[in-house]
Every structure is written in structure tokens, then in C-alpha cells.
């Protein structure tokens, strides 16, 4: 039972276009959503985060999108730089970073 | 302070023998985590310490793993009578409390 989606596997986007990942969930008892950004042969690396009570998070070139109606979240990247190229995973949990449940990645390739 | 630190990179192990990993937080982290990663999936939470109390098990940790840490400082993660299933990338990641996870770079599991 797949509680994170990330229906898209891959996405190729333009250097200095606007990158949209998305990611779905289906346990409205999630209160708490992040995204991780991970390079080859490393561990994955928090990205932004976003808790139930907002619907906006913003850290520079970094936005985090939430709707609760729809249970959807998503990361807008602008503008998009080569260095952001990876494999970016959301994740949920019930109270802050206990117990995270990953969506299976999104492979961003920034075309130069 | 180089992170968080997991050893060995890759482990290569015949079917039914054991193995152990061993995971070094960030020093004034309290919270320890243990995450598994296979091919085309995000990271599945196993478990977690706060500080020497081992707080949660996943259903996914069978009686075949065993996770310790003593003092609270570094962790072990053992595997006994390893299967062809185990293999994956094992995660190691720490926090102060429940802020933001810190992950290492895995530990590389195939069992033959």
C-alpha cells in the first residue's frame, strides 16, 4: 500500500525554467511533508519542509505547494540550475520527522 | 563534524550468513534512525533510538534483524541468516530530537 506517490519517474526541464515536481498522498492523518533531494552514492538531503496548517513554504528558489482537499504537494523550483539535477523524494509523517514515509523519487535531469 | 557516518560502503555476503552495520550520528544528536532503500522505492523506515531506548520497530524489521545502540552514541544494525530479499541500501540518518534528519550515505547490501 503505496501512502506516497510520485506518479512521475523522471523529468527533464530547461536551465533557468521552472521545475514542478509533484507527489500525491493518501493518509489524510499526515500532518507533516518534506522533500528530500538525493545525488548518486550519497544519502538523501532535506530540502524544504511544509506542516498541515500552511499551504506555502518558501526558502529561496525553493517553494513547497500543499493541498489538504486534494492531498497533493508540490515543489516549484525557479529558476532551475544544472546542480539541481537528482533524484527528489517526497515524504509524510504523523508528528514531525518520526518515522517518515517516502513516495518512490522523481529524477530531475536540468538540461544546460 | 564530517555527519553522519556509515560503515562498511558495500557488503557482499552469501546467502544465510550474518552481517552487521554500524552507523555513527552526528555527536549531539540524540535520535538515530535506520531506513532501507531498494531499487525504484524511497527509503522504508525501519526503526528508531532516542538516545540508548529503542522507540519504534517496523513491522518490515523481521526477527532476523537486530538494531542496538548502547550508550546512545553509535548504532548497530545486524542481519542474521541473511535471504536474496535483504538486499538493499541501508540507510543510517540522526536528529536533535524532532527536528530536521541528517542522513549518511548507506550501506550497500547484496546477498548472493
Known amino acids: 500500500d503505496q501512502q506516497v506517490k510520485q506518479n512521475s519517474p523522471s523529468l527533464s526541464v530547461q536551465e533557468g525554467r521552472i521545475s514542478i515536481l509533484n507527489c500525491d498522498y493518501t493518509?489524510?492523518?499526515?500532518?507533516?511533508f518534506l522533500w528530500y533531494k538525493k545525488y548518486p552514492a550519497e544519502g538523501p538531503t532535506f530540502l524544504i519542509s511544509?506542516?498541515?496548517?500552511?499551504d506555502k513554504n518558501e526558502d529561496g528558489r525553493f517553494t513547497v505547494f500543499l493541498n489538504k482537499s486534494a492531498k497533493h504537494l508540490s515543489l516549484h523550483i525557479v529558476p532551475s540550475q544544472p546542480g539541481d539535477s537528482a533524484v527528489y523524494f517526497c515524504?509524510?509523517?504523523?508528528?514531525?520527522?518520526?518515522?517518515?514515509?517516502f513516495g518512490t523519487g522523481t529524477r530531475l535531469t536540468i538540461i544546460p | 563534524d564530517t555527519g553522519v557516518s556509515q560503515d562498511p560502503r558495500h557488503k557482499i555476503t552469501k546467502r544465510g550468513q550474518n552481517v552487521t552495520f554500524r552507523c555513527d550520528p552526528i555527536?549531539?544528536?540524540?535520535?538515530l534512525y535506520w531506513y532501507r532503500q531498494t531499487l525504484g522505492q524511497g527509503p522504508e523506515f525501519l526503526t528508531y533510538?532516542?538516545?540508548?531506548?529503542?522507540?519504534?520497530k517496523s513491522r518490515l524489521l523481521s526477527d532476523r534483524f537486530s538494531a542496538e545502540r548502547p550508550k546512545g552514541s553509535f548504532s548497530t544494525l545486524e542481519i542474521q541468516r541473511t535471504e536474496q530479499g535483504d538486499s538493499a541500501m541501508y540507510l543510517c540518518?540522526?536528529?536533535?530530537?524532532?527536528?530536521?534528519?541528517?542522513f549518511g550515505s548507506g550501506t550497500q547490501l547484496s546477498v548472493l
Open positions: 540518518a540522526s536528529s536533535f530530537d524532532n527536528e530536521k534528519l541528517f
Open positions: 511544509i506542516s498541515s496548517i500552511k
Open positions: 493518509n489524510s492523518m499526515f500532518d507533516y
Open positions: 555527536s549531539e544528536h540524540n535520535r
Open positions: 533510538f532516542q538516545n540508548e531506548a529503542q522507540l519504534e
Open positions: 515524504a509524510s509523517s504523523f508528528f514531525g520527522n518520526e518515522k517518515l514515509t
